[in-house]
T-cell receptor, first 112, second 112 residues
Framework: LAKTTQPISMDSYEGQEVNITCSHNNIATNDYITWYQQFPSQGPRFIIQGYKTKVTNEVASLFIPADRKSSTLSLPRVSLSDTAVYYCLVGQTVGGYNKLIFGAGTRLAVHP | DVKVTQSSRYLVKRTGEKVFLECVQDMDHENMFWYRQDPGLGLRLIYFSYDVKMKEKGDIPEGYSVSREKKERFSLILESASTNQTSMYLC???????????FGSGTRLTVV
């Protein structure tokens, strides 16, 4: 099963670009990479998903190198409201079914 | 938007009580999941279901059971609540595999 490793915490300032890198050395051929965001006392919220190269939506960009052993979530011009925990997940197949395994996540603190 | 509704936001129960946590989704999703979240331990999968009347154990099923009599409803049951089951419980649903999970807002359960 592919395990993910990401920094425990990061600090940034308003207006800066934030890049959070996740390692997943044992990713399987058919696994997608998905990122979630979680605010205190709320459930995680889907941000972005990708398989290879680059994916961009209105919230973030996801960069995945050719070997897919890592990925980088990029948040452009963060604001205070981006302070949250960010989870990197890789699809887990167990007994023919897929399920998500959450790691500890990266706690991002954005300062004024 | 998909909505996942958890019946209670906060719940206080006594040790030994039988506790029911209800979760309802409104988008005809096949897959539903129960996680618990504890400080320092992240989200841990308790049980999941890929079809009506079908259930699979997650990583920490001990002390819990589930029921899925209808597609839209997935219930988590604590047969005899204990203080170590004090936690935030999160329900999620998805249309298939491990893509695009939608989480509920969570139920913070305290067992006294």
């Amino acid at each position: 099963l592919a395990k993910t490793t990401q920094p425990i915490s990061m600090d940034s300032y308003e207006g800066q670009e934030v890049n959070i890198t996740c390692s997943h050395n044992n990713i399987a051929t058919n696994d997608y990479i998905t990122w979630y965001q979680q605010f205190p006392s709320q459930g995680p919220r889907f941000i972005i998903q990708g398989y290879k190269t680059k994916v961009t939506n209105e919230v973030a960009s996801l960069f995945i190198p050719a070997d897919r052993k890592s990925s980088t979530l990029s948040l452009p011009r963060v604001s205070l409201s981006d302070t949250a925990v960010y989870y990197c997940l890789v699809g887990q197949t167990v007994g023919g079914y897929n399920k998500l395994i959450f790691g500890a996540g990266t706690r991002l603190a954005v300062h004024p | 938007d998909v909505k996942v509704t958890q019946s209670s936001r906060y719940l206080v129960k006594r040790t030994g009580e039988k506790v029911f946590l209800e979760c309802v989704q409104d988008m005809d999703h096949e897959n539903m999941f129960w996680y618990r979240q504890d400080p320092g331990l992240g989200l841990r999968l308790i049980y999941f279901s890929y079809d009506v009347k079908m259930k699979e154990k997650g990583d920490i099923p001990e002390g819990y059971s589930v029921s899925r009599e209808k597609k839209e409803r997935f219930s988590l049951i604590l047969e005899s609540a204990s203080t170590n089951q004090t936690s935030m419980y999160l329900c999620a649903s998805s249309p298939g595999g491990d893509y695009g999970y939608t989480f509920g807002s969570g139920t913070r359960l305290t067992v006294v």
